[in-house]
């Protein structure tokens, strides 16, 4: 599967970003999706995944209360809600795809280009 992120962008703290990631070459609704970043300097991290259904998610720590992922099945898309954004949020964010999701990068398979998302404080 094929992944395109967007949606990045400078924001101030305090505000808000929704990313995007639309999948193609295989069928969307059988992949479990996720979110990852990577600060400069920093390993990959994990953001948060929903399961192929839509019915499941989980959450880094970081993430909890502040970011919302979901998905249209029918756009082959996921999303990423973020809010009460943080300059610590500042990254590039990548969106991954695999049969079952976990919460390490290993878990994941597929990989798009990454969206940068500055925060500034």
């Known amino acids: 599967v094929q992944l395109q992120a967007s949606g990045g962008g400078l924001v101030q703290a305090g505000g808000s970003l929704r990313l995007s990631c639309v999948a193609s070459g295989r069928p969307f609704s059988t992949y479990d999706m996720g979110w990852f970043r990577q600060a400069p300097g920093k390993e990959r991290e994990f953001v948060a995944y929903i399961r192929w259904s839509g019915g499941s998610t989980y959450y880094a720590d970081s993430a909890k209360g502040r970011f919302t992922i979901s998905r249209d099945n029918a756009k082959n898309t996921v999303y990423l809600q973020m809010s009460s954004l943080k300059p610590e949020d500042t990254a590039v964010y990548y969106c991954?795809?695999?049969?079952?999701?976990?919460?390490?990068?290993?878990?994941?398979?597929?990989w798009g280009q990454g969206t940068q998302v500055t925060v500034s404080s």
């Open positions: 991954a795809a695999d049969w079952v999701a976990g919460t390490s990068v290993a878990d994941f398979g597929s």
